[in-house]
């Protein structure tokens, strides 16, 4: 074992019991929510409630025996309510996945895909409505995936069990999933590397991969047939590389868990260089706060917020043209979630209105109204997800 990673991994195991959410036990939907989201027959028909004007939340139970879609509803009025559910036709994991993208909506808007990593596949449903229905359930082509990302209908899959890689796929114009041959690409070492996310940059050219227990960001430019090239790994400036996302300018936010250590969460940019290698912007931007493992960034590219699972707070960001990072001016605390909340995925909707954040450690659903200059107001709480919930996604 190298000495880079024999000093990553005991930081690791502390993130990883700070970002995986609570260990997974009964479900938390009582006979109340499990009413209110109608009969088996309309789940699998997709049968929803009408929309009453908003956005539909998408996230997955990850159950190890049955994993499901639950199908949420955005109110401006207070907290999304809860329309549907499909199954995946797949199983999770019934823990937590320690990762980013564990849902994805193709760039068309027409489709929607979930890993299953319990049962080593990925689901593909297209949107028909307001409900979904099930088109394709393949292998994965590895073991425990646990994110995925689209691109001008090319997808991919990270899995991080076994032999941790990357698969690709060419997604039908009309449903289906292919693996693409040749397309699989081993990350940056034999060894567990804490594999978070997978996901492509804006223009699509390139796949990037994170690894918190190696502090490496992989980077992997596609080709015109769809396969990747090797992996190029770069040192990541920050500890613990986890979630990230892209703005519609293409810089690399990535959030630094640090372990899991109090009050040494941070954000770092980059962007992509001519060989798709990252190079700084930024950072290590540090919010005093613990465990910061989930990123989103509103549709303008003003703000970027990051969920600080183990300090049980939401840290926003300005983001300028450059790239370039600035925490708010609140210490690092720009929402409480609660304590024990351990606030999980995050996501931006309505248009760049709301953050919805995926609470864990209480089951709960929480929507903040985001205002003129980034900063959040909680406006209400759905409770009674499963506890095992991973992913979130909006449309």
Not at 47 to 57: K, L, N, S, V
Not at 142 to 157: A, F, M, W
Not at 345 to 374: M, N, Q
């Amino acid at each position: 074992m190298n000495n880079k990673l024999a000093l990553a991994l005991s930081p690791l195991a502390l993130l990883v019991a700070a970002c995986s959410g609570p260990p997974p036990g009964p479900s938390t939907n009582t006979d109340e929510t499990s009413a209110s989201i109608g009969t088996e027959s309309e789940h699998l028909s997709s049968a929803y409630a009408p929309r009453e004007g908003g956005q539909r939340i998408y996230l997955t139970s990850n159950d190890a025996s049955r994993n499901e879609v639950f199908v949420y509803e955005a109110s401006r009025r207070g907290a999304p309510r809860i329309v549907g559910r499909v199954a995946t036709g797949g199983r999770g994991s019934g823990d937590g996945l320690g990762s980013q993208g564990a849902l994805a909506v193709s760039g068309d808007g027409r489709w929607l895909l979930a890993v299953n990593a319990g049962s080593n596949e990925l689901s593909l449903f297209r949107f028909v409505g307001d409900g979904l229905r099930l088109a394709a359930v393949v292998p994965s082509g590895g073991e425990r995936p646990i994110s995925v990302s689209e691109s001008h209908g090319l997808v991919y899959v990270l899995n991080a069990g076994g032999t941790q890689s990357i698969q690709g796929f060419w997604l039908a114009p009309f449903g289906g999933l292919a693996q693409i041959e040749g397309s699989t690409r081993a990350l940056s070492a034999a060894t567990p590397v804490g594999a978070a996310e997978v996901a492509f940059s804006p223009d699509g050219n390139t796949l990037v991969v994170t690894e918190k227990a190696t502090n490496t960001l992989d980077t992997f430019v596609v080709r015109r047939d769809g396969t990747p090239t090797t992996a190029q790994t770069t040192p990541s400036t920050g500890v613990t590389p986890f979630g990230f996302a892209f703005d519609g300018r293409g810089a690399l936010v990535v959030s630094d868990a640090a372990g899991g250590a109090a009050g040494a969460g941070a954000l770092t940019s980059y962007v992509l260089d001519g060989r798709g290698a990252p190079a700084l912007v930024t950072g290590p931007v540090a919010n005093a706060q613990a465990a910061p493992c989930w990123v989103a960034i509103t549709p303008d590219n003003q703000f970027a917020y990051t969920a600080n699972t183990a300090s049980g707070t939401l840290s926003g960001y300005r983001v300028d043209a450059s790239g370039a990072l600035t925490v708010f001016d609140d210490g690092g605390v720009t929402a409480n979630t609660g304590a024990g909340s351990k606030p999980a995925d995050v996501v931006v909707g309505d248009g760049g209105l709301r953050l919805y954040v995926l609470e864990g450690g209480t089951s709960t659903l929480g929507a903040y109204r985001i205002g003129a200059s980034g900063d959040l107001t909680e406006v209400g709480h759905l409770a009674g997800l499963p506890s095992t919930a991973v992913g979130l996604v909006v449309r």
